[in-house]
């Protein structure tokens, strides 16, 4: 008697089968589909994460400036009586490159206008604070404004905008925060794609004398008569 065992000849049981090449194609098609749809969420949330972290350290940088303007351990910043400007309304500063050459304190930049934060503690070859290719190098820029005197002494609103090192590179055209480009979470997240125009975060506080008065405060809000 010949016996035929299942497992000689015929064709294998349906379950023991491999995947169709059509099969095979839908699957990578499926695939690739999701990673179209989710890889731009995973690219927009490391963005944010990374532009978050920024604004915390253009933050800190902002507030060690001005600390260091009301200790005087950090030079007072020019101060201005020019009602149109006031604070928000100074000019950015000048890109293109950053110098800091100060021979006593060597943060100070571009003829002691700018203050560089150095977060890296990656000095450059010359032993200067900040570095245009840095991430995380913060350069705070600061004025003062008193309606009624330019002397520093007496007392101003100071205000702070802090930009990244690395925007003082050729080629990058420095702004300040205007109606039509506000500082808005919004261009926030478009600088973590690269604008390096705007800066990062911009504030004021009071800086008042030693010896101040109410009338002293009280003058520094009165626009002079013309």
């Known amino acids: 008697m010949n016996i035929q065992h299942p497992s000689q000849g015929g064709n ?25 749809a989710i890889g731009p969420v995973i690219s927009f949330s490391v963005g944010t994460r990374f532009q978050a972290k920024r604004v915390e350290l253009a933050t800190q940088a902002a507030r ?29 500063p000048t890109g293109g490159s950053l110098s800091c050459d100060n021979p006593t304190n060597p943060n100070l930049c571009n003829n002691n206008t700018l203050y ?41 609103q100071l205000g702070v905008r802090v930009y990244r090192a690395n925007s003082f590179v050729p080629g990058v055209t420095i702004k300040q925060p205007t109606a039509n480009e506000p500082l808005t979470p919004d261009s926030l997240t478009t600088n973590s794609l690269g604008n390096r125009s705007l800066p990062l975060v911009q ?12 009338d002293d405060i009280n003058d520094r809000f009165e626009t002079p008569s013309p």
């Open 12 to 36: 294998p049981p349906h379950s023991q089968a491999g995947y169709t090449l059509l099969e095979g194609l839908m699957a990578v098609i499926v695939v690739s589909v999701m990673l179209l």
């Open 64 to 92: 060690t400036y001005i600390d260091g303007v009301k200790s005087e351990a950090i030079p007072a910043p020019v101060v201005i009586n020019d009602s149109t400007k006031k604070v928000n309304g100074q000019d950015a």
């Open 116 to 156: 560089c934060v150095d977060f890296d503690g990656d000095k450059n070859n010359d032993g200067k604070p900040c570095e245009t290719d840095s991430s995380v190098d913060m350069v705070v820029q600061g004025v003062g404004y008193n309606a009624s005197s330019t002397d520093a002494t007496k007392g101003y």
């Open 203 to 214: 504030m004021s506080t009071e800086v008042l004398p030693k010896d101040a008065t109410l």
